[in-house]
């Protein structure tokens, strides 16, 4: 920051704490929140320390929710009011925990009002109204991020430049200045770093409205500017609500043809998602924070939950069916189907997932089996060796034959539907994940939601909702080509491996879909179908099993590659898809991560880096007093020219120990299995 910058900024927040009406901080009183209520837009600040310090997290960010037929009026604010919470929760990075919060409530005569909450690791607020409107329509929301400086900002932004709001949600982060940011919408959750600390905006219980797209400031933000600071920002874009749709012929996949002049649209009083603003010193602390959980609205599941079965999946698309010294020809057939429930039962893997093609994807009816596959057969051979089906579709064909769909698989002994090709954020798409999650909960059916944007709030409030896609997953290696100028893969799959458990991972579960067998360095990598690569070393592979929050994971590989690599499915086998708490014990953003997990009395822990090799440092101050019995896989001497060398150990272990040194490869990756004696 330039001192000229600087002066600029500090007169700014002179001017703020001048005009504010309301101040409060977090419940260790380091992070301050100014609401300045006095004008007619709402607008907040968050910092840490002084305001002569750079230690501003927020900077006079308006926020307004306009609904028709409601004007803007004046602003007063509650005392502030402390509140303990404690959670339990179901199929995530932790079982139970301990919060607190400091609460305000900003109310205006209008009926619209906001609630905000300032916790030790970020600040959250809402809308919420208290109109007997019979109906409303919410014409647009203000909500603005804007920063003391020009920072460094990780986004990932549309991969549709000519309708950047209908996609899947699977893009690399751009690191970029917030002054260099493109003019293309980007989705959350996305990181700034502000120096001393990060600041990830994140959204949550987003139900029955559209989701936030991120922008450059725009004309509001040029408004900003004119209260005397100098400020980089973004602004919230939101989806219009639709008006008609058409249909992609393939897949009967729908999209949005034309839209309305408004964004939502209801009945009676309710509330409005949140939206965050995480803030983490240290970026160990960033995957294991759980802002976003802590603000979904709880588990409308009542009663008995034990059908909600996480476990491992064999999954036939990633590898194409690509099974070999069979008597038969592989594909999606019954035949293809029993080998992949064998292969289940052998290695004790709770599920196989029947991907597009066991219905005529064209035909929008996923109802009518093809010929080629006996699907009541096929269940009742699962369900004698223990092993489930989930069947694949897509979410509009689904919710268009919901109710029999239901009803028909679950009375077959269908476990659940992987659902996929959202590709949308506005109000009825919101709307429609809602809906499948309530009805296939009535019908005991679990969901793995696949070609959508990240799990913001339904993992608590449906938890038969287990996963969620919203990541640039292993499917890409097969279309990732090198680039023709600099020869190198075109999208750095390492690079991004030890990004998004920092910032993806915060939301919740991930539908990544790792496990594969064929390993490449960066010079190997080559973009394959049939027998899809990936980048980097097995280890790193393996590690995926621990890093990632994934309670339905898949092993992505096909089972002619895992029999002939054993002892690496093994040792993914006996991993547990869900722990009792989680810890990031050691990594930097972009960089490496270590992330240890323990389930009962046994600890699991995974590393990665990206392409750059490095010597780790593992702190073992987490364990209990004691021996374990210790498992490892590490990179092998050898595997910076062939990725598939490992070495695999075993050892015992008493604690306490001193920390141990581990080396990784490029691309590489360390696992550890400790199991309490």
Same mark, same amino acid.
């Given at each position: 920051?330039?001192?000229?910058?600087?002066?600029?900024?500090?007169? #700014?927040?002179?001017?703020?704490?001048?005009?504010?009406?309301?101040?409060?901080?977090?419940?260790?009183?380091?992070?301050?929140?100014?609401?300045?209520?006095?004008?007619?837009?709402?607008?907040?600040?968050?910092?840490?320390?002084?305001?002569?310090?750079?230690?501003?997290?927020?900077?006079?960010?308006?926020?307004?929710?306009?609904? +028709?037929?409601?004007?803007?009026?004046?602003?007063?604010?509650?005392?502030?009011?402390?509140?303990?919470?404690?959670?339990?929760?179901?199929?995530?990075? #932790?079982?139970?925990?301990?919060?607190?919060?400091?609460?305000?409530?900003?109310?205006?005569?209008?009926?619209?009002?906001?609630?905000?909450?300032?916790?030790?690791?970020?600040?959250?607020?809402?809308?919420?109204?208290?109109?007997?409107?019979?109906?409303?329509?919410? /014409?647009?929301?203000?909500? +603005?991020?804007?920063?003391?400086?020009?920072?460094?900002? $990780?986004?990932? $932004?549309?991969?549709?430049?000519?309708?950047?709001?209908?996609?899947?949600?699977?893009?690399?982060?751009?690191?970029?200045?917030?002054?260099?940011?493109?003019?293309?919408?980007?989705?959350?959750?996305?990181?700034?770093?502000?120096?001393?600390?990060?600041?990830?905006?994140?959204?949550?219980?987003?139900?029955?409205?559209?989701?936030?797209?991120?922008?450059?400031?725009?004309?509001?933000?040029?408004?900003?500017?004119?209260?005397?600071?100098?400020?980089?920002?973004?602004?919230?874009?939101?989806?219009?609500?639709?008006?008609?749709?058409?249909?992609?012929?393939?897949?009967?996949?729908?999209?949005?043809?034309?839209?309305?002049?408004?964004?939502?649209?209801?009945?009676?009083?309710?509330?409005?998602?949140?939206?965050?603003?995480?803030?983490?010193?240290?970026?160990?602390?960033?995957?294991?924070?759980?802002?976003?959980?802590?603000?979904?609205?709880?588990?409308?599941?009542?009663?008995?939950?034990?059908?909600?079965?996480?476990?491992?999946?064999?999954?036939?698309?990633?590898?194409?069916?690509?099974?070999?010294?069979?008597?038969?020809?592989?594909?999606?057939?019954?035949?293809? $189907?029993?080998?992949?429930?064998?292969?289940?039962?052998?290695?004790?893997?709770?599920?196989?997932?029947?991907?597009?093609?066991?219905?005529?994807?064209?035909?929008?009816?996923?109802?009518?089996?093809?010929?080629?596959?006996?699907?009541?057969? @096929?269940?009742?051979?699962?369900?004698?060796?223990?092993?489930?089906?989930?069947?694949?579709?897509?979410?509009?064909? #689904?919710?268009?034959? @919901?109710?029999?769909?239901?009803?028909?698989?679950?009375?077959?002994?269908?476990?659940?539907?992987?659902?996929?090709?959202?590709?949308? $954020?506005?109000?009825?798409?919101?709307?429609?994940?809602?809906?499948?999650?309530?009805?296939?909960?009535?019908?005991?059916?679990?969901?793995?939601?696949?070609?959508?944007?990240?799990?913001?709030?339904?993992?608590?409030?449906?938890?038969?909702?287990?996963?969620?896609?919203?990541?640039?997953?292993?499917?890409?290696?097969?279309?990732? +080509?090198?680039?023709?100028?600099?020869?190198?893969?075109?999208?750095?799959?390492?690079?991004?491996?030890?990004?998004?458990?920092?910032?993806?991972?915060?939301?919740?579960?991930?539908?990544?879909?790792?496990?594969?067998?064929?390993?490449?360095?960066?010079?190997?990598?080559?973009?394959?179908?049939?027998?899809?690569?990936?980048?980097?070393?097995?280890?790193?592979?393996?590690?995926?099993?621990?890093?990632?929050?994934?309670?339905?994971?898949?092993?992505?590989?096909?089972?002619?590659?895992?029999?002939?690599?054993?002892?690496?499915?093994?040792?993914?086998?006996?991993?547990?898809?869900?722990?009792?708490?989680?810890?990031?014990?050691?990594?930097?953003?972009?960089?490496?991560?270590?992330?240890?997990?323990?389930?009962?009395?046994?600890?699991?822990?995974?590393?990665?880096?990206?392409?750059?090799?490095?010597?780790?440092?593992?702190? #073992?101050?987490?364990?209990?007093?004691?021996?374990?019995?210790?498992?490892?896989?590490?990179?092998?001497?050898?595997?910076?020219?062939?990725?598939?060398?490992?070495?695999?150990?075993?050892?015992? /272990?008493?604690?306490?120990?001193?920390?141990?040194?581990?080396?990784?490869?490029?691309?590489?990756?360390?696992?550890?299995?400790?199991?309490?004696?």
């Amino acid at each position: 920051m330039t001192i000229r910058n600087l002066l600029c900024a500090l007169c #700014l927040l002179c001017a703020l704490c001048a005009r504010s009406q309301t101040e409060f901080t977090s419940p260790d009183g380091k992070l301050k929140v100014i609401i300045n209520t006095k004008a007619k837009e709402l607008t907040y600040t968050v910092y840490e320390g002084e305001l002569k310090d750079r230690n501003v997290y927020a900077l006079d960010n308006a926020i307004a929710l306009n609904i +028709e037929g409601m004007g803007k009026s004046q602003y007063t604010a509650s005392a502030p009011k402390r509140i303990k919470e404690h959670f339990e929760a179901v199929n995530y990075k #932790l079982t139970s925990f301990d919060d607190e919060y400091n609460q305000i409530i900003v109310k205006n005569k209008n009926g619209i009002h906001v609630e905000f909450r300032a916790y030790n690791s970020g600040v959250a607020y809402r809308f919420f109204t208290t109109s007997t409107k019979k109906e409303w329509k919410v /014409l647009s929301e203000v909500a +603005e991020f804007n920063f003391a400086d020009d920072h460094i900002a $990780y986004l990932p $932004y549309s991969t549709n430049t000519k309708n950047p709001k209908a996609m899947a949600f699977q893009a690399t982060y751009d690191a970029v200045r917030l002054s260099q940011t493109k003019d293309l919408e980007a989705f959350l959750p996305a990181t700034i770093d502000c120096g001393k600390a990060k600041v990830t905006i994140m959204e949550t219980d987003v139900e029955n409205y559209p989701g936030i797209f991120l922008l450059p400031g725009g004309d509001r933000y040029k408004k900003v500017k004119r209260l005397g600071g100098t400020m980089e920002g973004l602004r919230a874009d939101f989806a219009p609500y639709p008006k008609t749709f058409d249909y992609y012929p393939w897949r009967k996949q729908k999209y949005v043809t034309a839209t309305e002049a408004y964004i939502a649209k209801g009945t009676a009083a309710r509330t409005f998602p949140w939206r965050i603003l995480a803030i983490t010193h240290d970026d160990t602390e960033m995957p294991t924070n759980t802002l976003a959980y802590q603000l979904s609205s709880p588990s409308r599941i009542k009663g008995d939950i034990s059908w909600i079965r996480p476990g491992k999946v064999a999954w036939d698309w990633w590898n194409d069916w690509n099974i070999k010294g069979v008597p038969f020809r592989a594909g999606i057939n019954q035949d293809t $189907y029993k080998y992949y429930i064998d292969f289940a039962a052998k290695n004790h893997l709770e599920y196989i997932i029947l991907d597009e093609g066991w219905y005529t994807p064209k035909s929008g009816d996923m109802l009518t089996v093809i010929p080629d596959i006996n699907l009541p057969e @096929l269940v009742q051979y699962g369900r004698q060796k223990n092993v489930g089906i989930i069947l694949w579709t897509v979410f509009n064909v #689904l919710d268009a034959q @919901l109710d029999e769909a239901c009803e028909k698989y679950a009375a077959m002994g269908i476990k659940g539907f992987k659902v996929d090709f959202l590709d949308r $954020y506005d109000q009825e798409g919101v709307d429609m994940i809602y809906r499948i999650a309530r009805r296939c909960a009535q019908s005991q059916l679990v969901l793995d939601y696949h070609g959508i944007f990240a799990p913001q709030g339904i993992t608590r409030t449906w938890p038969n909702v287990l996963n969620f896609e919203a990541v640039f997953g292993m499917e890409e290696v097969k279309w990732t +080509e090198r680039d023709k100028q600099t020869g190198q893969p075109s999208k750095d799959m390492p690079l991004y491996d030890v990004t998004f458990p920092y910032i993806r991972g915060m939301v919740g579960s991930v539908d990544f879909t790792p496990g594969g067998m064929r390993n490449a360095t960066k010079a190997d990598f080559q973009p394959v179908n049939n027998n899809p690569m990936t980048m980097g070393t097995r280890c790193h592979q393996l590690a995926c099993y621990i890093i990632h929050e994934s309670p339905l994971t898949m092993l992505a590989d096909n089972p002619t590659a895992y029999m002939k690599e054993q002892e690496c499915t093994d040792f993914i086998a006996s991993l547990p898809t869900v722990y009792d708490e989680m810890r990031c014990v050691s990594g930097k953003l972009g960089e490496y991560i270590v992330i240890a997990r323990r389930k009962g009395q046994d600890w699991y822990i995974g590393a990665q880096t990206n392409w750059t090799p490095r010597t780790v440092t593992l702190p #073992l101050d987490f364990l209990s007093q004691g021996t374990y019995e210790v498992t490892t896989f590490a990179d092998g001497v050898n595997a910076q020219h062939d990725a598939t060398d490992y070495q695999r150990h075993t050892t015992t /272990l008493t604690a306490p120990s001193q920390p141990l040194s581990i080396q990784l490869s490029s691309g590489g990756g360390y696992v550890m299995k400790m199991i309490r004696k």
